[in-house]
């Protein structure tokens, strides 16, 4: 399936990426638009938009959109309900609110000023996705005992 956002992706626009190929659609195509083309190029591609404002899987009740695709996808893993957390805080200015945040903030300015391209962006920043998910779903099976 195509799924298609805002270009220059950052914090939110990574996550989600990388939560749809990896729990939702393993063989997601990423399309990157300017902001007030979403819907429009949405349609025209058949794509499922995200993290753009007025669709489903956008940001919800001060939520961001990583959480949307969450809940819309009744995920219940803890460690991604972990990172949602994460994700959350960086990506709505709370990143005081989650010990992670600040970081994931960091990486994705560095990641977006090495790598303006936003599917190469992807390709790279994918693997810190995967880093902090391994990381969180070890902290959440020890805390589980």
């Known amino acids: 399936m195509k799924w298609i956002t805002r270009s220059h992706v950052h914090v939110d ?10 729990f939702v ?13 979403v819907l429009e190029a949405a349609d025209r591609e058949g794509a499922i938009p995200f993290d ?4 489903e899987l956008g940001h919800q009740d001060g939520h961001c959109s990583f959480v949307s695709i969450i ?5 219940k893993d803890p460690a991604l309900l972990a990172l949602a957390e994460v ?3 960086a990506d709505t200015g709370q990143q005081e609110s989650n ?8 990486i994705a300015r560095g990641y977006s000023l090495r790598f303006p391209d936003d599917l190469e962006n992807l390709e790279h920043q994918f ?13 959440t099976a020890a805390e589980k005992k």
């Open 25 to 37: 659609d393993s063989e997601a195509e990423f399309l990157f638009v300017a902001a007030d083309s």
């Open 13 to 22: 626009r990574v996550a989600c990426p990388w939560l749809i190929a990896r």
């Open 99 to 106: 010990p992670y945040a600040a970081g994931i903030e960091a």
């Open 71 to 75: 809940e819309k996808y009744g995920l």
């Open 87 to 89: 994700v959350n805080a």
């Open 127 to 139: 693997e810190v996705y995967d880093a902090l998910y391994a990381f969180l779903r070890l902290k």
């Open 52 to 55: 753009a404002k007025e669709v």
